[in-house]
């Protein structure tokens, strides 16, 4: 047998799925432990920066589960972490399974958040500040507004109406279903947060919003502001996330703050977090000492706030 097909005895190496191009956070993760690399595309550049790479049958494949299953059993995997949002349902229910040991929420929260028009029910349900938002066709608080795809990441097919009749047409134009939200008239932030595997929140690093790309952050500054910190905690502490979460958040003049977005995975704007984390508590390193079975003291709003980042990708 091969070295790098030998089994691993301790449950210490983190499996890492649809690494697509994310780069920057498998090779974080290569610094402080064995990676495997997941991803349908067996040419996905990502993956070139794990110890070892494996094409995965595709998240709707019924041999999904299994393939991930043997690789934590072959690679002694205590930590799997998703990079995309597609497959975060698959791998809670895996995880409720026992399959799996991966860093990801309870299904039903997985299943609300990947559905923004369920995900805005939720936060309301719980007493979180979401925008006002109705289906299409419902009276909105006011105008304009953002017609929304309900699925999906980044900016894609979202679209600015001023009134009713251009709400309609971009419900139509998108071709799927959609809500629409009351615009928010103030800056845009985000929160990287990460949390334990008991729904405890570790560190909450919120940042600005200088410029985005296809509704990803490529250039923001971190910023130790306490309400955010305190919005984000009580975020995913309500919703109890497991291991990374961004939750993007506006702060409107008529309507405060409003949570537009909770996506249960790492941020487009990784660099943010890993750099102005403290010197061991970046957030790779502390998923792979929980992997091992460390408990992880909390530690909200302890890290450098100032440090602006400027993404080159």
């Known amino acids: 047998m091969a070295a790098s097909e030998r089994r691993v005895n301790a449950r210490t190496s983190?499996?890492?799925?649809?690494?697509?191009?994310?780069?920057?956070?498998?090779?974080?993760f290569a610094q402080h432990t064995t990676v495997i690399a997941a991803d349908p595309n067996p040419l996905a550049p990502a993956q070139y920066a794990a110890h070892h790479r494996r094409a995965v049958p595709r998240i709707d494949d019924p041999g999904y589960v299994p393939v991930l299953a043997g690789l934590c059993e072959q690679y002694g995997v205590g930590a799997v972490v998703p990079l995309t949002d597609l497959d975060i349902e698959v791998l809670a229910?895996?995880?409720a399974e026992g399959a799996v040991p991966a860093f990801v929420p309870d299904p039903e929260i997985a299943r609300a958040t990947f559905d923004k028009y369920e995900a805005h029910l939720l936060l309301?349900?719980?007493?979180?500040?979401?925008?006002?938002?109705?289906?299409?066709?419902?009276?909105v608080a006011r105008f304009p507004v953002m017609v929304k795809p309900r699925q999906g990441s980044g900016a894609r097919s979202i679209h600015r109406?001023?009134?009713?009749?251009?709400?309609?047409?971009?419900?139509?134009?998108?071709?799927?279903?959609a809500m629409v939200q009351?615009?928010?008239?103030?800056?845009?932030?985000?929160?990287?947060t990460l949390s334990d595997l008991r729904g405890r929140c570790l560190n909450a690093i919120p940042r600005t919003m200088i410029e985005s790309r296809g509704g990803e952050s490529i250039k923001?500054?971190?910023?130790?502001?306490?309400?955010?910190i305190a919005l984000g905690r009580h975020v995913v502490e309500s919703l109890r996330v497991r291991g990374p979460c961004t939750v993007q958040v506006f702060r409107d003049r008529e309507f405060g703050w409003g949570i537009t977005d909770v996506n249960t995975r790492f941020g487009?704007?990784?660099?943010?977090?890993?750099?102005?984390a403290l010197p061991g508590r970046t957030y790779p390193e502390l998923i792979v000492r929980m992997a091992?079975?460390?408990?992880?003291?909390?530690?909200?709003?302890?890290f450098r706030a100032g440090i602006t980042f400027t993404r080159y990708y």
Do not use: N, Q
């Open 182 to 192: 009351v615009l928010m008239d103030g800056p845009e932030f985000s929160i990287d």
């Open 268 to 276: 487009g704007a990784f660099p943010a977090p890993m750099y102005a």
């Open 93 to 95: 229910m895996a995880r």
């Open 161 to 177: 109406a001023d009134d009713a009749d251009a709400a309609a047409f971009f419900v139509d134009y998108i071709r799927e279903p």
């Open 292 to 302: 091992r079975g460390e408990e992880i003291e909390p530690h909200v709003g302890e």
């Open 220 to 228: 923001g500054t971190v910023i130790a502001d306490p309400e955010l």
């Open 124 to 139: 309301e349900r719980l007493g979180l500040p979401s925008p006002p938002t109705v289906l299409p066709g419902e009276p």
């Open 14 to 28: 983190v499996l890492l799925t649809g690494v697509g191009k994310r780069y920057d956070i498998v090779s974080a």
